[in-house]
């Protein structure tokens, strides 16, 4: 049992802590942590710093979810306080003066090495090291050896963005259009894509491309769709509306909108974003997000070069808390939407709205953006009444609410359970409200705590993205450069040179998250594959987590590797029972990686077209028994049921479904 969700120790006093003391936490190495923020003077320099303390790792995930709230906030006081506040501060000072007067010495820009000390995920003592590094090697009156210096010459993410060379050949003018949820920012950039002569929409997910791609065709633009699975190529098109990670460097056009700028912070898919400004070859180009983005934006663009314009708006309806949580979903209305923040969670808070009689479109991370779209859609239209549905709501997903009511503050990671973060729940709870249909959106918790503790997440003041660090994945150009300096042939040492030199080397980019990539690296290594061959399959959008699609992409990459054709796993009807939604779900994402993987090695891979219909179809049979289980729940007799099975006790109407959580959805 989760012991902070019984505590009567009010959370919100864990919050007003990390606040008061510029804080937050962070996961990282499987621990939680706490990242701090400030600024030290050193002779008469300000040296920023953006770290995790030595002394504040809080734990292992396990650990940290057996913590009452109370207990948590004392280990955080313990960790980060006055004191250590400064022991960190004098560290960071001495090597701050050392690096200036190292610098001073020889001529150097100190800031490149002490640009160290800004990388919130990262411990201190490590980027004190890498402060130290930088400064000495730039110092040394000896030169390198030949080979490293060729390392160091392919890796070279100082000249990253040059390396775009038909972006950086033309004059681009950036307009950042920033503002919460409902504020209208994609409406003016997609007016003025659509009159270009030609453009690019940049989407995070499938379900926001697929949704810009039918407003271009709705407005009679002839528009291709491409995404990493999925093509629908108008051989008139000039425009096009793709996922942020297809974006075509080589293809000029007069207009791009770049979607969801704020995640040039995601360790994991942040990279694509900083190729997509450092690269995208428009003379206009529209960066649509949050209002936190700001910084990093005007410091990427001075980067880059261009000119940039930037238009803040506000909401076009206001947004409020209820004046009360909602306490029973006997209160549930129509036009509400139950947030919950797992598969197995929605489903059951589902079950028990059905019981009082409402009609429900459910909606997670696990489904297709075709399943998505219609379980959104059927509530738009009317034919259900309320969504129960997990973070997912959150991105591309017209869902028009009254109310947006949290069944809990808390959320697993991917590596534990926590709080949150407060820009998730501003934009989850940004989702009530839409202008000309609910003029007010009212955002309310299950319970009084949860109530509390969502009201004082949206009162947090966002905290501004780095202006810099921004994430890079190497692309196979990259890789091959580095191997022909280092005579290296393995994937995954590449991989780690790779991310060693940029660390080392360079100040104003980091890293992507490569973590899953190389573990798929470290067994394809074993196969008799190209490097290109195991680069590509290495990116192959699969969980290994979920063991039939783990055992498909090790039979696929041996099938390469022994120039045989891989078919399209094609199963019968999925057998009526309890694991018959999963399987389906995992089904589509099967097909779904198999069409990904035709659009790259046809000759291996034939099947395309026939994946492309088996999603589609396995996305209509989780639609329909969606569907199915609705009227079914509906029709059962006896009224009440209860609490579904593995509610919490203590909750009454507003216990919420417990249980062991999945692992992160990706995409």
């Known amino acids: 049992m ?26 990282t190495d499987g621990s939680y942590a706490v990242s701090v923020h400030g600024e030290v003077q050193v002779d008469g320099h300000t040296v920023a710093y953006h770290l995790i303390p030595d002394a504040g790792f809080l734990g292992k995930s396990g650990k940290w979810r057996r913590l009452s709230a109370q207990g948590k906030l004392e280990l955080l006081r313990e960790r980060w306080n006055a004191e250590t506040c400064a022991t960190l501060e004098a560290a960071l000072a001495d090597t701050a003066r050392e690096v200036l007067q190292t610098a001073g010495r020889y001529g150097l820009d100190a800031r490149r090495a002490l640009s160290a000390f800004v990388a919130k995920y990262e411990r201190a003592s490590e980027r004190i090291r890498l402060a130290q590094t930088r400064i000495r090697e730039a110092s040394a009156d000896s030169k390198a050896d030949e080979a490293a210096a060729r390392t160091r010459a392919a890796v070279n993410l100082s000249r990253y963005p040059e390396s775009f060379t038909v972006a950086q050949g033309m004059q681009r003018h950036f307009i950042a259009v920033l503002g919460p949820t409902n504020s209208g920012k994609t409406h003016a950039a997609m007016e003025h894509l659509a009159k270009a002569k030609s453009g690019v929409y940049l989407a995070p997910l499938r379900l926001l491309a697929l949704e810009n791609y039918q407003r271009l065709v709705d407005a009679g633009v002839p528009v291709s769709l491409i995404t990493g699975e999925q093509r629908k190529i108008d051989p008139d098109a000039r425009h096009v509306a793709s996922t942020v990670e297809m974006l075509n460097a080589n293809r000029p056009v007069e207009v791009a909108v770049i979607d969801e700028i704020q995640l040039l912070d995601d360790p994991d898919r942040g990279a694509a974003w900083t190729a997509a400004v450092c690269g995208v070859p428009a003379q206009t180009v529209y960066l649509l997000g949050a209002l936190e983005a700001r910084d990093a934006i005007e410091s990427l663009v001075a980067r880059v070069g261009g000119t940039l314009e930037v238009r803040e708006l506000t909401r076009k309806t206001k947004l409020e808390m209820d004046k009360a949580p909602l306490g029973s979903l006997r209160n549930l209305m129509p036009g509400d939407v139950l947030i919950a923040f797992s598969r197995r969670e929605v489903l059951a808070w589902r079950d028990r709205a059905i019981e009082e009689g409402h009609s429900v479109s459910a909606i997670y991370g696990s489904l297709s953006p075709e399943v998505r779209q219609a379980q959104a859609e059927r509530f738009v239209e009317g034919h259900t009444s309320v969504v129960v549905a997990t973070d997912a709501i959150g991105m591309g997903l017209n869902t028009p609410a009254r109310r947006v009511i949290f069944t809990t503050d808390s959320k697993f990671d991917g590596v534990a359970e926590g709080l949150i973060p407060a820009p998730l729940a501003r934009q989850i709870a940004g989702r009530a409200g839409r202008f000309g249909k609910h003029e007010t959106g009212f955002v309310a918790g299950i319970d009084a705590r949860t109530h509390k503790s969502i009201a004082q997440l949206l009162r947090q003041k966002p905290e501004p993205l780095p202006d810099t660090g921004f994430y890079v994945a190497p692309n196979l150009a990259y890789l091959q450069d580095i191997s022909q300096a280092t005579g290296e042939t393995k994937l995954a040492a ?3 040179l790779f991310t ?66 891989a078919t399209v796993l094609r199963m019968g009807e999925v057998a009526p029972g309890r694991n018959a939604l999963q399987r389906l779900e995992d089904l589509c994402k099967l097909y779904a990686a198999y069409a990904w993987l035709a659009y790259r090695m046809s000759d291996t891979f ?37 609490k579904p099975q593995g509610a919490r006790r203590g909750g009454g109407a507003g216990g919420k479904p417990r249980g062991k959580r999945p692992p992160p959805r990706h995409g």
Request: charged share 30%.
């Open 500 to 565: 060693k030199h940029i660390n080392v080397h360079d100040e104003f980019f980091l890293p992507a998250n490569l973590s899953e990539q190389m573990e798929k690296a470290r067994w394809l290594d074993a196969l008799p594959l190209t490097l290109e061959d195991r680069f590509t399959l290495s990116l192959t959008p699969v969980s290994t987590r979920i063991p039939m699609l783990e055992r498909a992409l090790f039979d696929w990459a041996e099938a390469r590797a022994r120039g045989r054709t």
């Open 606 to 642: 034939p099947d395309g077209e026939m994946a492309q219909a088996l999603m589609l179809k396995a996305s209509d049979e989780i639609d329909a028994m969606l569907q199915q289980q609705n009227r079914r729940s509906r029709g059962k007799p006896g009224g009440k049921q209860g």
């Open 494 to 496: 590449l991989l780690e």
């Open 2 to 27: 989760n012991t902070e969700i019984q505590d009567p120790f009010d959370q919100s006093a864990l919050t007003d802590y990390l606040e008061a003391h510029r804080a937050s936490l962070v996961t």
